[in-house]
């Protein structure tokens, strides 16, 4: 609607922002002000949290402050100041960023705590999280698969139908592709941008896509290395194969144990590792998550080489679930042993592939190992366990029901 404005009335209104962007200005250093803060679990998220945040200056003193959530707004009157590490990383046209990251430790198994980051002087908002239990217990989680391309324009509501359909999850898991170009600092910014201040809230654990690895000339020679952005932006467990920090971990979460596998280099080396993870495993339910499909649903793609290294670890230690993306389009395998399907009541372990992302290829039309194949839609996966039950959903971005099954043990 078109309304007539005086000349007088324009100028009000332009001083009084200019007066209000000054005020903001003089109060908050934005160069200092922390951005993209980004929540990841740690090895052990019943008693520690990882939080990683960056700044467009550099700090003399970034740190963390956390405290037991209340209702009354006096959280730093019992806070706990943590010191954090900063790492200098070029961002693109002679660009710095400046990028901080801390290990919140000694925290009460599922306890609500509010933190903020920054330097002293310059804070972000409060925010909060809950520690997991520190034993089994009902939790849900979230499960994309590539969100990759057009970021801002579709990705943006696949997030916030997820938030609205999973308030209360316990963390997002992503399998890899988070942006097609992961040396692109700006489309790492429209990912921020599409989750909003969610990362900050809900933690989350991701593994890397083949464009996590883009060709960087590496001592004269071109090579796909993981992408520079990759490490000080999320700060992931270590406990994985040697050579593969970050990319390659396993979290324990009230029962369950997750396992984050690299399917970009060193596969040999991961199946041993995997193999010795699985074996000590205390966990009643084990979940996998890998990029590249080990059957793959797209026309056109297979991977032979994951099933040989993978699949017998798999079998040999009954893993329940194995959660994949870059295929661009959804499958879900019948039950599967040694590469065959099982019943319902039998050991197992269920394959599927997810897109959240725009992006969508045509599937396959000559296998007969899924129960389900499709493409076109954009999708998130809500999942749930609870003793011997796990409920996994699949839905679109408008929120139907697209798949679903359970798993008893």
Avoid at 156 to 175: C, D, M, V
Avoid at 224 to 242: D, K
């Amino acid at each position: 609607m078109r309304t007539n404005t005086s000349p007088l009335s324009r100028f009000v209104f332009i001083s009084l922002l200019a007066l209000a962007s000054l005020s903001f200005s003089q109060s908050v250093d934005m160069g200092k002000f922390p951005k993209r803060i980004i929540l990841n679990l740690t090895a052990d998220p019943s008693h520690s949290e990882a939080v990683t945040w960056r700044t467009a200056a550099p700090v003399s003193n970034p740190q963390v402050q956390v405290a037991p959530a209340i209702a009354a707004p006096k959280l730093d009157e019992n806070q706990t100041t943590i010191s954090a590490g900063t790492e200098q990383v070029g961002i693109g046209d002679n660009q710095t960023a400046y990028y901080h990251s801390a290990v919140i430790r000694d925290l009460q198994p599922g306890t609500l705590y509010a933190y903020r980051v920054g330097d002293g002087s310059t804070w972000s908002e409060w925010n909060q999280f809950r520690t997991a239990e520190d034993k089994a217990a009902p939790f849900k989680f979230v499960y994309f698969g590539d969100p990759q391309n057009d970021i801002i324009a579709y990705v943006s509501r696949i997030f916030r139908e997820a938030y609205k359909e999973a308030p209360n999850a316990a963390f997002w898991l992503f399998t890899g592709d988070m942006v097609s170009n992961s040396l692109s600092d700006s489309m790492w910014n429209d990912l921020f941008y599409a989750a909003g201040w969610i990362p900050g809230m809900m933690p989350s654990i991701e593994l890397p896509g083949n464009h996590s690895y883009p060709r960087m000339k590496i001592n004269g020679e071109k090579k796909r290395v993981l992408a520079p952005l990759w490490r000080p932006q999320f700060t992931l467990p270590e406990n994985g194969p040697a050579g593969l920090p970050e990319t390659c971990y396993y979290v324990d979460y009230q029962g369950v144990r997750f396992v984050m596998l690299n399917g970009n280099e060193k596969l040999p080396e991961q199946a041993r590792w995997l193999d010795s993870v699985l074996a000590d495993n205390p966990n009643r339910w084990t979940v996998a998550a890998i990029h590249q499909p080990l059957y793959s649903t797209a026309e056109g793609r297979d991977y032979p080489e994951l099933r040989e290294l993978f699949l017998p670890v798999f079998d040999k230690f009954d893993v329940d679930l194995v959660l994949q993306g870059h295929d661009h389009s959804y499958g879900r395998t019948y039950k599967l042993r040694q590469g065959k399907i099982v019943r319902d009541d039998e050991k197992g372990t269920v394959y599927v592939v997810s897109v959240s992302g725009p992006k969508v290829y045509k599937v396959k039309s000559d296998t007969d190992v899924m129960a389900r194949l499709d493409t076109g839609r954009q999708l998130f996966q809500v999942i749930t366990v609870s003793g011997g039950t796990l409920k996994y959903e699949c839905r679109t971005v408008t929120g139907e029901l697209h798949d679903s099954f359970v798993l008893m043990k």
